[in-house]
């Protein structure tokens, strides 16, 4: 027998019939979005879909509410999680886990939909291999950092606040002919550093990627300043190797000149705010993939986008294939700073 869509379009039957959706790990923008496309790709194919609070801590403590169509209505435009989301030291551990697939039998939830990055997919991996629960993972993270997937939805969101924040930083750095370092989010991950600095004109990019040199920082300061840039924006990834904006800034005044420099921290204002419709657009596609794949008997994969098309692999893509660094980029932001 095959179901019969609302368009009146047969599809094949639907043996899954409840499944259940968290988000987990670092929220980013889009992941209600996210939750929306889940919930609602679900109820276009008639199964029942739980809504599971603060990611794995919730599954564990059973915080398990169903959802209807309407549970998700004027939430795509909204920043955060409505699920909420956790990190979870319970779930490191086998205990942990037995109890989270104890409270998804006890409310007859055959899949999981796991929102969050590869940390939290790594947990779906363990709940899949050792309770055999049907998960499949969406790439949710402003680190845009994962395997599997060339953007992860939330990157596009707070890239764009980071380069907001850039743009008027430049303002007030020209006005006053000043240094400014500006720390973006990223604490293994140089991404929205690097992409932040191209698309703000930063003068320097420092990433945990590559060796950050500060007496070369300086040298290439002091020739700005010959080649008459009055004024220089550094872009500082949080996790870079040799230390935080602010204490970069110390070192550098502590070898040369440039003493009287502004430290500005972006910090969680790139995880907050309204997603960009890429975000959206991109978390509503995986959605719906995300739970078609379950309903075709998929599990053990994650969601992503491939050029510009949608593609299931496996959840290990996403650590086993992280996003390499590639420096073409930085090699672009730095001759166009001449
Ligand atoms: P992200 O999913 O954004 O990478 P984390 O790495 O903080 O975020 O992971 C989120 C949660 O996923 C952790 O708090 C933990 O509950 C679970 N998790 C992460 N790694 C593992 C692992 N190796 N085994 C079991 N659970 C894990
Ligand atoms: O993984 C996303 C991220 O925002 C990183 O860029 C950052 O280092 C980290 O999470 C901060 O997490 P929190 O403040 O929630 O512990």
């Not at 996403?318 to 590639?326: I, S």
């Amino acid at each position: 027998m095959g179901i019969s869509a609302p368009g009146g379009a047969v599809h094949r039957e639907v043996t899954m019939k409840r499944i259940g959706v968290l988000s987990s790990g670092g929220d980013s923008p889009g992941m209600n979005a996210a939750i929306r496309a889940v919930v609602r790709t679900a109820a276009y194919h008639g199964l029942d879909v739980f809504g599971i609070e603060l990611g794995y801590q919730g599954l564990i403590d059973g915080r398990i509410r169903k959802m209807d169509a309407r549970a998700v209505s004027g939430i795509i435009a909204r920043g955060g999680t409505i699920l909420k989301t956790a990190r979870c030291q319970a779930f490191f551990d086998p205990a942990g886990r037995a109890t989270a697939a104890q409270q998804l039998a006890v409310h007859g939830i055959e899949g999981l939909v796991v929102i969050g990055g590869d940390g939290s997919y790594q947990g779906a991996q363990k709940l899949h291999d050792e309770h055999g629960i049907k998960c499949i993972g969406m790439p949710g993270t402003i680190d845009n950092d994962i395997g599997g997937t060339d953007f992860t939805i939330g990157y596009d969101t707070a890239l764009n606040i980071a380069v907001e924040a850039i743009d008027r930083i430049r303002d007030t750095a020209a006005a006053h002919e000043r240094i400014f370092f500006v720390e973006v989010m990223g604490r293994h991950s140089g991404y929205i550093a690097m992409m932040s600095g191209i698309a703000g004109g930063a003068e320097e990019i420092l990433v945990p990627e590559t060796p950050t040199d500060i007496p070369q920082l300086v040298e290439n300061l002091r020739n700005g300043r010959a080649k008459g840039k009055m004024s220089s924006i550094i872009v500082v990834a949080e996790g870079d190797e040799a230390g935080h904006a602010i204490e970069i800034a110390a070192k550098v005044a502590e070898i040369s000149e440039f003493k009287d420099t502004r430290v500005t921290v972006i910090g969680h204002l790139q995880r907050g705010g309204t997603p960009t419709a890429f975000d959206r657009i991109l978390a509503s596609r995986l959605g719906v993939l995300a739970v078609e794949a379950l309903i075709e008997g998929e599990t053990g994969k994650m969601t992503g986008i491939s050029g510009n098309d949608v593609v299931l692999c496996p959840l290990s893509d996403a650590w086993e294939k992280r996003t390499r660094f590639n420096p073409s980029f930085l090699d672009v932001a730095r001759k166009l700073a001449t």
